[in-house]
């Protein structure tokens, strides 16, 4: 089954760009979808088919997915941003399959 | 807008039997295929199934088939899944989400309902 990973936490001061990555074999070839969840909150899509931005979703969220990487970027990272960000994809053999998701920390 | 409210979660005693509901407006419901996605608490997220858009075609994860089984009312806008054999690790927060993708299945969730808790103990 396909495996995917993510790290635990990453932490960014506000205004600076945090990189959040989602690790998995030949991951480029796949499409990869990305949601904000904020503590009690639902999952929210922010980033799908590695880079399109759904409407409503701040131009600072960006994607980009190459080799066995793909990742999340916030550019000026605000208070806000503060959230549990898991990727997400198809594979033939794990069906939709998410990562263990990252905790972001806003310092 | 879109809405998704889910009911019917509580609690249930291991090998009972559970029916959530899922009432969907705001766009056209027998259009888009339609998913249960859960998170057991301080876990993370889970696919749990799929039913196209018109309810021809079902998938399910590894972890629930056989158990559990997704359906969909097109005359009423709603979602079912009706879960047996129910266990302590089904315990979670269970999700309705909507497909990304007109009349296809897609692989990803473009709107999400805030969940219902499924909790399931002796």
């Known amino acids: 089954s396909y495996v995917l990973t993510q790290p635990p936490s990453v932490s960014v001061a506000p205004g600076k760009t945090a990189k959040i990555t989602c690790g998995g074999s030949?991951?480029?070839?796949?499409?990869v979808h990305w949601y904000q969840q904020k503590p009690g909150q639902a999952p929210v899509l922010v980033i799908y088919n590695n880079g399109d931005r759904p409407s409503g979703i701040s131009e600072r969220f960006s994607g980009s997915n190459s080799g066995d990487t793909a990742t999340l970027t916030i550019s000026r990272v605000e208070a806000g941003d503060e959230a549990d960000y898991y990727c997400?994809?198809?594979?033939?053999?794990?069906?939709?399959?998410f990562g263990p998701g990252t905790k972001v920390t806003v310092l | 807008q879109v809405q998704l409210v889910e009911s019917g979660g509580g609690v249930v005693q291991p090998g009972r039997s559970l029916r959530l509901s899922c009432a969907a407006s705001?766009?056209?419901?027998?259009?888009?295929?339609m998913h249960w996605v859960r998170q057991a608490p301080g876990k993370g997220l889970e696919w749990v199934a799929v039913v196209s858009y018109d309810g021809s075609d079902e998938y399910y994860a590894d972890s629930v088939k056989g158990r559990f089984s997704i359906s969909r009312d097109n005359s009423q806008n709603t979602l079912y899944l009706q879960m047996n054999s129910l266990r302590v690790d089904d315990t979670a927060v269970y999700y309705c989400?909507?497909?990304?993708?007109?009349?296809?299945?897609?692989?990803?969730?473009?709107?999400w309902g805030q969940g219902t808790l499924v909790a399931v103990s002796s």
């Open positions: 030949n991951i480029q070839i796949k499409s």
């Open positions: 705001g766009f056209i419901f027998s259009d888009y295929a």
């Open positions: 997400q994809l198809w594979d033939v053999d794990s069906d939709r399959l």
């Open positions: 989400a909507k497909d990304g993708l007109l009349l296809v299945l897609g692989d990803y969730f473009d709107y």
